[in-house]
Antibody, heavy 119, light 107 residues
């Protein structure tokens, strides 16, 4: 079974750093793009960026360029989403999802990681 | 960026009703469109890809149609477990973008 399992919920203060993870199993992790999607409370879905774990080729959506860092370690089948200095507006649920092999839709998705940034 | 506009934003219907959700792209995207279902507190689930192809395991009461700029998701006979928010996503060009969502409620 193809599965993505994300790290647990985080509570952080503004200005702190954070790295959340997404571990893939049941498939060749290196061979499929992984995307990170933000969902702010009560809002819709926003693609932040995608990474190809095979060579770490990464693309960011313009709104998120420079705001976060996406990385991957193919040796442990894990992708990461990182912030250097969190803001309250980063509070959201973050999903990772596997991109289809030859197209740009996503299946399956991880269970989501809730990030709360509050002083 | 390609803007995706969904309508209605919410719909309330009875069990057994036919429900149609529309999604309009700000420019032509051929059939590069996907539909997702999201239940409260859960991750999205892929229902339809390539505008009209049913993802494995998805009930056949779900169907998709359209091409170019106008697309529809139809639930032919609404079931209680279909209460959820539905999102469209264009897969034509980066950055990939989603519609604002349509909340389907059961009367």
């Amino acid at each position: 079974e193809v599965q993505l399992v994300q790290s647990g919920a985080e509570v952080k203060k503004p200005g702190e750093s954070l790295k959340i993870s997404c571990k893939g199993s049941g498939y060749s992790f290196s061979s499929y793009w992984i995307g990170w999607v933000r969902q702010m409370p009560g809002k819709g879905l926003e693609l932040m960026g995608v990474i190809y774990p095979g060579d770490s080729d990464t693309r960011y959506s313009p709104s998120f360029q420079g705001q976060v860092t996406i990385s991957a370690d193919k040796s442990i089948s894990t992708a990461y989403l990182q912030w250097i200095s969190l803001k309250a507006s980063d509070s959201a649920v973050y999903y990772c999802a596997r991109r289809a092999s030859s197209s740009e839709w996503f299946d399956p998705w991880g269970q989501g990681t809730l990030v709360t940034v509050s002083s | 960026d390609i803007q995706m506009t969904q309508s209605p934003s919410s719909v309330s219907a009875s069990v057994g009703d036919r429900v149609t959700i529309t999604c309009r792209a700000s420019q032509g995207i051929s059939t590069w469109l996907a539909w997702y279902q999201q239940k409260p507190g859960k991750a999205p689930r892929l229902l339809i890809y390539a505008a009209s192809s049913l993802q494995s395991g998805v009930p056949s009461r779900f169907s998709g149609s359209g091409s170019g700029t106008d697309f529809t998701l139809t639930i032919s006979s609404l079931q209680p477990e279909d209460a959820a928010t539905y999102f469209c996503q264009q897969a034509n060009s980066f950055p990939l973008t989603f519609g604002g969502g349509t909340k389907v409620e059961i009367k």
